[in-house]
T-cell receptor, first 113, second 112 residues
Framework: DAGVTQSPTHLIKTRGQQVTLRCSPK?????VSWYQQALGQGPQFIFQ???????QRGNFPDRFSGHQFPNYSSELNVNALLLGDSALYLC????????????FGPGTRLTVT | GENVEQHPSTLSVQEGDSAVIKCTYS??????FPWYKQELGKRPQLIID?????GEKKDQRIAVTLNKTAKHFSLHITETQPEDSAVYFC???????????FGKGTSLLVTP
């Protein structure tokens, strides 16, 4: 039973570019949440997707957008990258009608130069 | 929105001692409180959680207590071992499966 997977592992982009990160949820999960974790900080909620729709959004600008596919996998897109977007991006999956637990993937380390 | 504060930011204990990490939250609607352990370069792993209808939960050497009136919850680790060394995060969520609001983390070091 595969856990939450994310790709790529690491990514280096230049300021102003666009990036797409990918997440596959744990088997049986239908909800995907994205978090940004800056160095030395706790994860910050970006948004959550369920039934291919954004269910809740945190305090992030519109440069951050997402998508969920029919197979429950998800993408996070960030446009017009800023140096401050450098962080570990974590995906967490859960089961909407089940327990509260959210399980995290290994993350994508994004560096913006 | 929800604000979660976590203390201390660093904690150093001798192997075998107990460790306690405390968190407070601001939103009285929060009803789910998980704790995550994150080792260097790895994903956060859920180690224990508690819901608002329970005051205490224990799993082997780990326990969590919740005081809804005071809006605080704590993680207790007994008989600490070097492999307990990691960053621990508390979080609060207002309802099932919604956003987790994290504290800033506690770096726990257990020395042999």
């Amino acid at each position: 039973d595969a856990g939450v997977t994310q790709s790529p592992t690491h990514l280096i982009k230049t300021r102003g570019q666009q990036v797409t990160l990918r997440c596959s949820p744990k088997s049986g999960h239908d909800t995907v949440s994205w978090y940004q974790q800056a160095l030395g900080q706790g994860p910050q909620f970006i948004f959550q997707y369920y039934e291919e729709e954004e269910r809740q959004r945190g305090n992030f600008p519109d440069r951050f957008s997402g998508h969920q596919f029919p197979n429950y996998s998800s993408e996070l897109n960030v446009n017009a990258l800023l140096l401050g977007d450098s962080a570990l991006y974590l995906c967490a999956s859960s089961f909407f009608s089940g327990s509260y637990e959210q399980y995290f993937g290994p993350g994508t380390r994004l560096t913006v130069t | 929105g929800e604000n979660v504060e976590q203390h201390p930011s660093t904690l150093s204990v001798q192997e075998g001692d107990s460790a306690v990490i405390k968190c407070t939250y601001s939103d009285s609607a929060s009803n789910y409180f998980p704790w995550y352990k994150q080792e260097l370069g790895k994903r956060p792993q859920l180690i224990i959680d508690i819901r608002s209808n329970v005051g205490e939960k224990k799993d082997q050497r780990i326990a969590v207590t919740l005081n809804k009136t005071a809006k605080h919850f704590s993680l207790h680790i007994t008989e600490t071992q070097p492999e307990d060394s990691a960053v621990y995060f508390c979080a609060a969520s207002p309802s099932s499966g919604y956003a987790l609001n994290f504290g800033k983390g506690t770096s726990l070091l257990v020395t042999p």
